[in-house]
């Protein structure tokens, strides 16, 4: 069973940075797609970013690209994503995925979910 745990959310200026971190159990993103979804108070959950197992595929939505990117870890099988540039639009839940391959943007295509870290952009 693949456990994660998102850390790194909080409140920041918009203009700022933050970088997210997902821990899992041993290994596991050397063997999974690690990935990232936001979801704001009245919208649907939405893809952020993902990064295949071997490091060699990033996949970002178009929301946040150039402005947010994605790595890992594997030694201490953490998945990051950094945020810079974040607007008030950025603010959300942000939940951290695993999947033993890398299935789209759909939420319902991820089988592991932490339990998110509240991002919060001031104006």
């Known amino acids: 069973q693949v456990q994660l745990t998102e850390s790194g959310g909080g409140l920041v200026q918009a203009g700022g940075s933050l970088r997210l971190s997902c821990a899992a159990s041993?290994?596991?993103?050397?063997?999974?797609?690690g990935g990232w979804f936001r979801q704001a108070p009245g919208k649907e959950r939405e893809f952020v970013a993902a990064?295949?197992?071997?490091?060699?595929?990033?996949y970002l939505a178009e929301s946040v690209r150039g402005r947010f990117t994605i790595s890992k870890d594997d030694a201490k099988s953490t998945v990051f994503l950094q945020m810079n540039s974040l607007k008030p639009e950025d603010t959300a839940v942000y939940y951290c995925?695993?999947?033993?391959?890398?299935?789209?943007?759909?939420?319902?295509?991820?089988?592991?979910w932490g339990q998110g870290t509240q991002v919060t952009v001031s104006s």
């Open positions: 990064i295949s197992s071997s490091g060699g595929a990033i």
């Open positions: 041993e290994g596991t993103f050397g063997t999974h797609v």
């Open positions: 995925v695993a999947d033993q391959d890398y299935s789209g943007i759909r939420p319902g295509q991820y089988d592991y």
